[in-house]
Structure formats: C-alpha cells, structure tokens
Nanobody
Framework: QVQLVESGGGLVQPGGSLRLSCVAS????????MGWHRQVPGKQRELVAS???????FYADSVKGRFTISRDNAKKTVYLQMDSLKPEDTAVYYC?????????WGQGTQVTVSL
C-alpha cells in the first residue's frame, strides 16, 4: 500500500518562501510521476507542478518562474520550493503519485499567504 505524507506548510507573508516535502512509503515502481496540486474551498483541485521519474518537470502557468519541483528517488521524496508567494497561492496543497494507472494522494498541507 502506498502512502504519501506532506510537510512544510504554514503561514507566510506575501513575497516569502516555503518548501513543501512529500515522502512516499510502500512499494514504488519505476516510471512513476509525482506532483503537487492545490485546492481552495468551492473550487476544483488544480495541478501546480509535476515531475517524472527522470525529473522532467511541468508547471502550471500561474506558478512558472516562482515554484520549483524536484525529487529524490532514493529518499522517495518530492519537494516544492515556493518563492515570491502571493495571497492567491493560499490553498491546501496535496502531494500526488501516479503509478501503474493508479493515482495516490496525500492528506494535504495548508499554505496561507497573508500579512
């Protein structure tokens, strides 16, 4: 069974930075893609960034140039470095793992950008 555990959320002022981490446990197969999504109340969950097993990244237009996704396959961990944060980045951030036609989710971590 695959489990994902996020950490690193919190409260930050506009213009600040946060780094999210997500550790996967269980049996992982090669070729998986990990990612970060976010959701605010009343809206659909949206993809923020994803990264393949070969470390090819994808970013939503809204975060390009500000967020950086990376992964450490040996540690089964994916990171999201978030810089130049804006109030509109406020959301619950979820880690995801796509593997063998299955999509797994973490429990989410709150990120709040406010004065």
């Amino acid at each position: 069974q695959v489990q994902l555990v996020e950490s690193g959320g919190g409260l930050v002022q506009p213009g600040g930075s946060l780094r999210l981490s997500c550790v996967a446990s269980g049996r992982l197969f090669s070729g998986n893609t990990m990612g970060w999504h976010r959701q605010v109340p009343g809206k659909q969950r949206e993809l923020v960034a994803s990264i393949t097993a070969g470390s090819s990244p994808f970013y939503a237009d809204s975060v390009k140039g500000r967020f950086t996704i990376s992964r450490d396959n040996a540690k089964k961990t994916v990171y999201l470095q978030m810089d130049s944060l804006k109030p509109e980045d406020t959301a619950v951030y979820y880690c995801s793992l796509y593997m063998s036609a299955n999509l797994y989710w973490g429990q989410g971590t709150q990120v709040t950008v406010s004065l």
